[in-house]
């Protein structure tokens, strides 16, 4: 009994999202972003310099991040302020590596749209519900939370028709985090291959998607792709439950990625 | 480190290390150190509160060292890791399973799956047989596989395999900066970034001599305080969810939420990363002192009410009370740490210990234990340092708000890297967290750690004296470890 009255105090703690936006989400910052303004060349080497997983890059029209490799441990925003800069905006996830590397150019959008058509086209009987099977392949256990944490009156993805499954038979999408090592290599191709088709995957975490901070070592492939064709990739040192619910929603076709660039 | 007596022959290091067990110091564990030619192996002691080290140093070219584990079983998940890792065989010891990786070192330094597989032999009991737990289990878990030895409900034996998420994180260790090997460390257990970062930068700063400005030192203990709550009400959360509380899970986990979102308003992470840095932290908090006071009150008293509400709810309780019993004396050959040794009535807590950074000067709550040594124990232990840390968190506030002008209130003290190598501790959510840090030339050469995670999960087959398999998941989230600190 007294649980129930619990349960009823707080009235409804549920976000919105994605129907409507999110207060707190919208402001928390998901990623760091790359600003009009180019700092020096001597900053912008001192940045790439520190930048511990190299996720920044200069190319001719300026300075490039991938949020795929990005930790968060915010040296850049630190050295050129008026270059990078946090952004409010959770919605990072793309299907496609080459869409986590901002500011992207508008060229890219043919190939993009190719690649979004062909996740809509794999995942448009997900769109009512989706079953989901995750797999730890040597996340630090941060990642794990985050994850758990969809499950909260926060979150409550069973709101949205998303579910987690014990069986990776009933999945039908494999959210996939941490480095890919050696030692989960088998059983990641296994859960895998025990799902019925069709079936998507989504790397949560710069970890599943680059390896991160571990990288290449004798026992961290640096990144699920190197065992599974990758569809969706979040981006996130852990990813938060934002980002990863966002990333599941693109990979379901519920929502749909931005086109004409990335900030 | 002068901490560290070498012994000049194998059977002396047996000598020294017997002579301490006997004299009743806590064995915390075997830590090595990689050179060209040879390895040396530390094995730590805590001497009332003292942290000491017996030092072997083993020629590769002889590859054999004394096994310690016949003196004390928590020697014996070292000697396998030593082995994985550094290729050293430990004389005299049976089990040689791959623990932490299946990956070994062949003489000339080529990888090699390991020459040594499978489960070890043993005799199966009539109708007896072992059920593969993992690694992909049912739920959102980290990867491990537990080998379950069941005629059916009654769990006769665990042994636990770690090796499917070794990531090699103490080979990305070697040649780092300083600055990179902090986010390393807080990678290496991402749910204790903080005290992970703590205890590599007590190691540096012990090195080169250096304290932290008072304010860092309590920014330092806010954030590690509210990882040890987030921990804490994980577990909880997890008992609440196996015992089909939705209530409680509903409940509880949104008071988790709302603790991550406290530590991201601080800093900007929801695990505290980028926070520690040797020197200090690396700013000033985000939030102000009125601000942050009000949410952590208001945490607390949420959670004191839900908490208090679990602990009398008779089905909750019911379900944990004599659940993975852990004996005293299990406990202490085992030389388990944090709220393990516990809830069995071992009380050490590296805080008051070897107090660190600010704690010192905010004064402890002195927590009454219990010592029935089942799950619910541990979890009331978790209960009363919920309760604990919001007292130190609020009293850091406090001090906090006392620094008010510019001057006073400096978050980080230049540090000038010296050759050499130190150790650094610090009491993470799950226990004693030990770190070895040596640099060479401004980078480090080598980091050894050693998780209260690691420790602990040794004595996990020991939490089954009269349980079944129902029972696993209330062991399990009692013990409150997390994977990727044990195999890293």
Not at chain 1, 66 to 94: I, K, L, M, W
Not at chain 1, 189 to 215: D, F, H, Q, R
Not at chain 2, 68 to 94: C, F, H, I, M, N
Not at chain 2, 129 to 135: L, N
């Amino acid at each position: 009994m007294p649980w129930i009255m619990r349960g009823l105090r707080h009235g409804v703690v549920t976000s919105r999202y994605p129907r409507l936006g999110d207060g707190y989400g919208d402001g928390f910052a998901g990623g760091v972003t790359v600003r009009g303004d180019v700092a020096d060349a001597a900053v912008l080497d001192l940045c790439i310099a520190d930048c511990p997983t190299g996720a920044i890059t200069v190319e001719a029209d300026g300075p490039l991040l991938d949020r795929g490799r990005c930790v968060h441990c915010g040296r850049c925003v630190d050295h050129a302020p008026e270059t990078f800069s946090y952004s409010p905006n959770f919605q990072t996830a793309r299907s496609g590596r080459e869409g986590l590397v901002v500011p992207t150019v508008g060229e890219d959008d043919a190939s993009l749209a190719v690649l979004r058509r062909r996740v809509a086209q794999t995942t448009a009987m997900f769109r009512r519900s989706v079953h989901i099977r995750h797999v730890d392949a040597g996340s630090d256990g941060s990642d794990e939370w985050e994850v758990a944490a969809l499950t909260n009156p926060v979150y409550d993805v069973q709101r949205l028709g998303i579910f987690f499954t014990a069986s990776p038979r009933h999945a039908d999408l494999l959210l996939v985090t941490g480095v890919a090592t050696v030692g989960m290599r088998d059983a990641l191709l296994a859960t895998y291959e025990a799902m019925p088709a069709p079936k998507i995957v989504v790397a949560a975490g710069a970890e599943a998607i680059s390896g991160g901070l571990i990288g290449h070592t004798y026992a961290s492939l640096g990144g699920v792709d190197h065992v599974l064709p990758v569809d969706v990739y979040v981006p996130g040192a852990p990813p938060t439950p934002f980002g990863l619910l966002y990333g599941i929603l693109i990979a379901v076709s519920i929502l749909a990625e931005p086109l004409g660039g990335t900030r | 480190m002068h901490e560290v007596t070498r012994s000049e022959t194998p059977g002396a290091w047996e000598h020294a290390v017997r002579t301490r067990l006997v004299s009743g110091e806590r064995f915390c564990g075997v830590l090595a150190r990689e050179g060209s030619e040879a390895v040396s192996l530390r094995a730590f002691f805590d001497r009332r509160g003292v942290l000491e080290a017996e030092e072997l140093v083993v020629e590769r070219q002889v590859g054999r060292y004394p096994s310690l584990t016949s003196l004390t079983p928590a020697a014996a998940w070292y000697e396998r890791q030593v082995e994985d890792l550094y290729g050293l065989v430990a004389a005299g010891k049976e089990d040689r399973e791959p623990l932490v990786t299946r990956l070994r070192f062949r003489a000339g330094g080529e990888l090699s799956e390991a020459l040594v597989s499978g489960a070890t032999e043993e005799t199966l009991r009539d109708g007896s047989f072992v059920v593969p737990y993992g690694p992909v289990r049912s739920g959102v878990f980290e990867s491990i596989q537990y080998e379950v030895t069941t005629s059916g409900e009654n769990v006769e034996r665990v042994r636990p395999a770690v090796w499917f998420k070794h990531r090699g994180v103490h080979a990305r260790f070697e040649g780092a900066s300083v600055a990179d090997a902090v986010l390393l460390a807080e990678r290496s257990e991402g749910v204790a970034s903080v005290a992970h970062a703590l205890a590599f930068s007590h190691a540096v700063e012990r090195l080169v001599d250096g304290g932290v400005p008072v304010p860092a030192g309590l920014v330092r203990v806010i954030h590690a305080e509210l990882e040890r709550v987030a921990n804490h009400v994980d577990s909880v959360v997890r008992h609440a969810e196996a015992a089909g509380q939705a209530v409680a899970y509903a409940n509880l986990s949104l008071r988790k939420e709302h603790v991550q979102r406290l530590r991201a308003d601080l800093c900007g992470n929801r695990f505290g990363r980028s926070v520690v840095i040797p020197g200090g932290v690396t700013g000033e908090p985000r939030v102000d002192w009125v601000d942050l006071r009000r949410a952590v009150d208001s945490l607390a008293r949420a959670l004191d009410q839900d908490l208090r509400a679990l602990l009398e709810t008779p089905s909750f309780v019911d379900r944990l009370r004599g659940t993975g019993t852990l004996s005293l004396d299990t406990v202490r050959r085992f030389a388990a740490v944090g709220p393990v040794a516990r809830g069995s009535g071992v009380t050490d807590d590296v805080r008051m210990l070897r107090p660190y950074d600010a704690y010192p000067t905010l004064g402890q709550v002195v927590v009454e234990y219990p010592s029935e040594g089942d799950a619910l124990a541990r979890q009331i232990v978790r209960v009363h340092e919920i309760d604990a840390s919001f007292h130190t968190i609020r009293q850091a506030i406090e001090q906090l708000a006392g620094f008010s002008s510019g001057q006073e209130r400096s978050w980080r003290r230049e540090i000038s890297l010296v050759d050499g190598e130190a150790i650094g501790w610090a009491e993470a959510p799950q226990g004693e967290l030990l770190y070895v840090v040596e640099l060479e030339n401004g980078v480090v050469r080598t980091v050894a750690s050693r998780s209260a995670s690691f420790h602990n999960l040794a004595l996990f087959p020991s939490a089954f004296p009269r349980d079944v398999f129902t029972d696993f998941a209330f062991i399990e989230a009692s013990f409150g470890l997390s994977i990727a600190g044990v195999a890293n």
